[in-house]
Each structure stands twice: as structure tokens, then as C-alpha cells.
């Protein structure tokens, strides 16, 4: 199935040229990485040309890439990665597309495939990714009162505010958070002998 990938790989370097900036085979799957200004015209040729012929978009997210590997990235913080599928000709790929850190937009895909209608939303909600063309990019999954975007990787453990029904105002209202800020420690795997050595007494 690799090299099944490794075909598909050169077929779309050959035909989008420069506006794939990385590609790879990974996890038995084919990846490449598009420049974001060509974002829409390689898409609409992924779903229209018979050789591609990637009618479905099965799945769509947003990456935050913030102190990712121990800190040494050092491309853009953000990235919106769809997930393609051929029923025609049976294969996937998997497609990635780089924001910028401060305010991460990306053109809208939803009239190329328009199952991503709810999820540029979800992407919109958890990471702050806004898709430009969207005709309805609101929450999706936080309540509209909510402030930031919790899948963000410096988003306080605790957020921002709360909220609680208010008897005396009859209805619910939001106030500063009153849980008491808490700092993860990062666990350390160490190896342990215990089994192996009392495996070897009784053996």
C-alpha cells in the first residue's frame, strides 16, 4: 500500500507543482502540506479530477503546535488538517494547511465538500481558526458567552469564567472562575524491576 501512496505522492507533485510544500507517506497514508493562498484551487481539483477523484472530506481539525516536540517547532503555531476520501478509486489523503500564529484564517472549504460544515466550526470553537466563506461560523460546542478557545494549548486549565443559574436574577449568568488555580505535574515513567525480578525467583 506504500508504494501504491509513493505513486499517488508524485502524481500531485507533478500536478500542483509549488502549491504542495511538503509530502510524505506516513502511517500508510498519503500526507501533503498546501500553501494556504492555493488552499481552494488544490481542492477543487482534488474533488474534480477523475485521477484524485477525493469526493468525500471525512474529517477536519485544527492543530495547535505550541511547544510541540519539546519546543523545537518552529514553523506556524497553527494548522487545519483535512481528511480525503476517494470511494472511487479507494484511496485517502490526508492534507494539511498552516495559519499564522496571531490570527489564524483559512479560506472555507464548505462549498468544495460541504460535509466540513460543522467541522470548521468545531475548529473555529476549540482553536480560534477562523474560515473565511463559512456562512455560519458561530460556537458549536462551547456556550456562546464563552471566552477563548479551550484546545489552545495556553488556555488556563481553568478558563476564564464560569457559570451557575442565579435565583435571584432567574437566570444564568457568568462570573470570574472561584476554583483555586492548579498546576499539573508532569509524571515521570520510570522503569520498575519489580515483576521481572520476582519473575526470575520463581522461575
Known amino acids: 500500500m506504500s508504494e501504491y501512496y509513493q505513486n499517488l505522492l508524485e502524481k500531485l507533485n507533478e500536478r ?12 500508510g497514508e498519503a500526507n501533503i502540506t498546501v500553501d494556504k493562498g492555493k488552499l481552494l484551487d488544490v ?6 479530477e477523475a485521477g484524485f ?6 474529517d477536519l481539525c485544527g492543530v ?11 514553523g506556524p503555531r497553527f494548522c487545519v488538517t483535512y481528511h480525503l476520501l476517494s470511494v472511487k478509486n479507494n484511496h485517502r489523503l490526508r492534507m494539511r494547511v498552516f495559519a499564522d500564529d496571531e490570527m489564524p484564517v483559512v479560506d472555507s472549504v464548505i462549498n468544495i465538500w460541504s460535509s ?16 473565511d466563506g463559512h456562512p455560519d461560523l458561530r460556537r458549536i460546542l462551547t456556550d456562546y458567552g464563552f471566552i477563548g478557545h479551550p484546545f489552545r494549548k495556553d488556555f488556563p486549565l481553568n ?9 435571584e436574577k432567574r437566570r444564568v449568568i457568568y462570573q470570574p472562575v472561584t476554583i483555586e488555580p492548579r498546576v499539573n505535574q508532569v509524571r515521570v515513567v520510570r522503569d520498575d524491576h519489580r515483576y521481572s525480578d520476582r519473575m526470575a525467583e520463581e522461575s
Open 53 to 58: 477523484a477525493f469526493e468525500e472530506c471525512i
Open 116 to 131: 466540513v460544515n460543522w467541522f470548521e466550526r468545531e475548529a473555529f470553537d476549540l482553536y480560534g481558526i477562523v474560515f
Open 16 to 27: 500542483f507543482g509549488d502549491a504542495i510544500t511538503g509530502s510524505s507517506v506516513k502511517f
Open 43 to 48: 481542492a477543487t481539483a482534488l474533488r474534480d
Open 64 to 74: 495547535d503546535y505550541l511547544e510541540y516536540g519539546d519546543g523545537i517547532w518552529e
Open 159 to 167: 478558563g476564564h469564567v464560569e457559570m451557575r443559574y442565579d435565583p
